[in-house]
């Protein structure tokens, strides 16, 4: 029952998808499964903040590590939640609100990476084999290229940027997709006929 | 200790300072170096010219606020251009915060530009539901969309709405995506391909190469690619905006960064060079 | 006031993020990184909640009386069992249920995709590169053939080739990775500088 | 009877579950010869925990930020197995970095069976499974403290990761480690190549786990995978023969149309 259950859901609505798009049969039913698919989906929205609340309530009763910002973020959570719930996402406080966090946040959050990446440029990125030098040597091309002083300095780097992103990219990124998507169809089979049961990790 | 050791060994933070010297500098007092423009963003150039007087444009938005410096010039650009051609703009996200970062930058162009939402271009706010929900959008596209707009109002109270019912009405089809799995490739599978919908997409330099071969084949029609690829479009549009005004101090970085792999890598050979005649093993790099 | 206290707010967290490398990882970056975290899953509910399951629920459910939509929001919620740990295996049904379509449409519209990758890769061996297009795509296929042992000449150099392809390939995606980077640091000084400081040109 | 142009899809389809369903059942009843050829980066795995042996220095290994559900996950775990292994053969001590919390007690438990099978049950060190924070920087700064506080030797990265990628393979470089790195994850396989000594590219992880446990499973997709692989050799060769005798729009409209 905790095994075969979930399998005959995921047998069941793979094989009538399945038959029904490639002999185009029965349209309603697989819209109708199509609407099931994003309604369940759409519910679990909460699924974050259980997690999220769960985990930091933990935090603050064990006094562990940062507990009083777990304090801060279930204050932040809950609150804006509320507000967005009864206002609406496009209020002007919960949008504001938004523009002045969420959005100078996460566009900071990644840009740490730049620092990053200008001391691995000294320390890491080492030619040691013949890979890595090929690898280094079509980057730097590509730096050059796609940067307006490249071509300033020489206007033969926008046009091996142009070769390399074209040509010798597209191939082997073409390639990788073919072995990407093969991967999938496998997957896919191997979910299909029960080899691969993704989801009983869940609740052992 | 030989000098690559000594900058070797150097605290981090020196480098930091370095690079926002760098960056900081051209932002500040800009050196105006030409920028030619990519086969890539041209095709996209045209592709929207080509979209008949009046036609509809259905936009999907599916980056977050990590990318916005890419990626909002790029769609703030697009509605300069399709504005200023009198096309109309349908655009909804299906990544949760797509929808929030783009309502003010959107809404903003429009007022500039005398324009009325709700004809003139609408905000369907977050759908769920991935490529099924992609799916669900040429099926019906009110059910895809939910029937309202990013604030609650009823599609059928939009003008811009009345006789969209379908993906297949729309005239082009305009991926702005930073996500992976790339949403773009799941709009070519369930929707441009199957139901022969042309399509062009906007995105980041990271996800740019392994894009490419879906432009190669004709099946992106034109592709933007990260804020070069908006600094080419600011400039073929003559709108020159934020993603210009950078490329500059773009262009410091990257030699910058260039001139750092170098210096290293001479420094690992001059190393390598002196320890040659010392006995093997032990060393570390 | 509203707008010059948000280029403030925006500045803050922006350079209480930089702390954490500029500085080290301290008190200010995790605040900064704690408010992001309660903002950005409160947002994905009120989206959710106001932009699709409030008007379907009011469309379809009340107004037209789809009540079979009711069953779909129920397998939704089973999700929530997980975090009781005696029930938790019900939380598989809705999970077996969304693999099942994932895999059917991984199977019916996946290989659209795949065979007009492939035809789109005859290309006329009458230009030099599309001769070197081809070589790439098949050399990087081959390169990635694990059943097949790398002992005669041909497959040697087939994949010694496919990795130079791959390899000149990543050089491009190494170099589009670096410029995204630098581009959003760019953006947060062009922020600082311009909408903050305002020392630099608008 | 199909669906427009669906014709060659199904037919897709079908050759591939056939092919999967004939090769594991080749391979579970051990009928099948298939060798999965070795991945040159699992050489330097061996060589790199010899050399830590050696300095007497700890090996890392970092399993990336995949959940249960990602195949790259389960791949990794494959190797670490392997790699406890013979971190308990040669007395090496082992620190292995979880940058997730659900995913913690399974590989604490993969490393302690390592040891148990090598019967060096009682040298498996609980503390050295280590795990973190769960916020995305939280972890990775610990990481790369940790690195050069124990002075990592030989650093194995297997698996999805993101950003964190650079910052780990800087961090292992400046402390003088060797690194072998392995993801599918396309845009950060550069990252390894550039710093690594030695990197596993796309999908070779998942050939690499199945070299390593002979699992039927995994090898009978290996195999598949190469027949499919083998297929579209041959229709892009007679797609490209026919194209330059200027006869390939038959094929080209079968293929897209039929």
Redesign the interface.
Known sequence: MKKTLPFILTFVSALTITVCVFFDLAPALVEEIDKWFILSGAVVCCIGLVNLTTVHARNIKRRGRDWDLSYVLLFITFAYLVLGIVAGPTHPLYAWIFDSTAVPLGATFYSVLSFYIVSAAYRAFRAKTRDAAILLVSGIIVLLGNAPIGEVIYPGFGTATKWIMDIANTAAMRAVIFGATIGSFITAIRVFLGIDRPYTAAGE | MSIWEKLSSLDRRYYYVVLILVVALPIIKPWGLPIRVGSTTEDFWKTVEAVPEGGTIALAIDYRSDCIVELNPQVVTLFRQAFARNLKIIMWSNVDEGANVTEPITRAVGNEMGKTYGVDWVNLGYKPGGEVTMKKMVDNFWEGAAYVDMQGTPLQDLPIMQGFSSLRDADLLIDMMAVVPSPAQNYLKMVSIPYGIPMAIGTTAIQAPTEMPFYSSGQYKGMLAGLRGAAEYEFLTRNPGSAMMGMDAQSAAHILVIVLIALGNIGHMMDKKKRAGAPVGGGSK | M?AT??IW???F??IA??T???YK?N?VF???????????????????????????VA?DIVQQGKYL?L???L???L?????V?SI???????????????????????????????????????KL?NV???????S???????????RSAPMKGMTTL??????????????????????????????L??DWLR???V | MFADGMGVDFLLIAFLMVAVGYALERTKKGLAKWQIRKIPGLDAIEEGIGRATEMDRPVFYLPGSGGFSDPQLLASMAVLSEVAKVTARYDTRLIVCVPMSSVYPVIEEVVRQAYVSEGKAERFRAEDVRWFSDHYFGYAIAIIGLMFKEKVATNIMIGTFAFDALMYAEAANQAGAIQVGGTAATTQIPFFVAACDYALIGEEIYAAAAYLTKDPVRVATIVAEDWAKFLVTGLVVLGVLLQTAGKADGLRNFLNQW
């Open positions: 509203s206290l948000q707010l925006s500045a967290f922006t993020i930089y954490l490398v500029l990882d008190k995790r605040f900064a990184e704690t408010v992001m975290i309660g903002i950005t899953a409160a947002n994905g509910i009120v989206v959710t909640y106001h932009n699709y399951i409030r008007p379907v469309v939509q069953i779909p929001i397998i939704g919620l999700m929530y069992t997980r975090f740990r938790a295996w019900v939380s598989r049904i809705p999970m077996g249920f969304w693999v099942g379509v994932g895999a059917a449409y991984i199977l019916t519209r996946n290989p659209g995709v795949f065979i007009s990758q492939i035809t789109a890769s005859f290309l006329a061996l009458n590169n070197v297009f081809v070589v790439g795509v098949i990087v296929v081959v390169y990635f053939y694990f059943t097949v042992p790398i496919g990795k130079a392809f791959l390899l000149v390939s990543f050089g491009a995606t190494f170099a589009s990775t670096v410029m995204s980077r630098i581009s959003l640091l760019l953006g947060r000084l062009q922020f500088l311009q020392i630099a040109g």
